[in-house]
């Protein structure tokens, strides 16, 4: 009968099919498996951004004159820049437009730096016991001795994404961490050593 002679040699094909799929699949698989993903460099930001830096109260400009010697004005509690020959509105300004502004107000300036203030401490956020910023003043800190001061990891925390959050000039900086790795006493390059400024994230295990 032709149709069932058609049945026949389509459901060959469709066996044929399946079995080709029964061998590729787990080859498919094993090849998966077994290719491996390179390790990320710890030492290098997961990302960066960048913006024009504003001014903030305590920073301060450094102008130098022709004959080599330099003077420094800082900004006020009430943002404002005082200078020789008056005031200047500065904290929240870009940097470029208050440094265009104090060349233009000093003569003779041949030179004007911004120099960021930056408070001596460290901040230590979320899934920790004590949320904490804390000063840098008795001695230099890594991230696993920040965490340390903030009573260590509550239940919640996923301690394999701990985030670092470093400022510098309008450029932000994120590095992420695996403290698990650290606390085994493994991949203890991680342990970075802080600045001044920098803020330390620990997210919430959601899984």
Do not use: W
Not at 102 to 119: C, D, L, M, N, S
Request: proline share 7%; aromatic share 8%; hydrophobic share 40%.
């Amino acid at each position: 009968m032709p149709h069932c002679n058609y049945h026949r040699k389509s459901l060959g094909k469709f066996t044929v099919f399946h079995r080709l799929l029964v061998f590729l699949i787990p080859a498919v698989l094993a090849a998966c498996s077994t290719t491996k993903v390179p390790p990320r460099d710890p030492s290098k930001p997961i990302s960066v951004s960048i913006a024009p830096y504003t001014v903030a109260i305590l920073d301060q400009f450094e102008v130098r004159f022709p004959d080599g010697h330099k003077e420094t004005f800082s900004v006020g509690q009430d943002g404002v820049l005082a200078l020789p020959g008056g005031t200047i509105p500065a904290a929240g300004l870009h940097r470029e437009v208050v440094e265009k502004q104090v060349r233009a107000a000093i003569p003779g300036a041949v030179g004007v730096k911004t120099i960021e203030f930056r408070t001596n401490s460290v901040t230590v956020l979320g899934e920790v016991f004590h949320q904490i910023h804390t000063d840098l003043g008795d001695g230099p800190m890594r991230v696993m001795d920040a965490i340390a001061s903030a009573n260590g990891f509550t239940p919640l925390a996923n301690q394999r994404r701990v985030k670092l959050l470093r400022e510098n000039a309008g450029r932000t900086e994120v590095y992420e961490f695996d403290l698990r790795e650290m606390l085994m006493g493994r991949q203890l390059t991680q342990n970075f050593l802080l600045q001044p400024g920098d803020v330390i994230t620990v997210p919430r295990n959601f899984l």
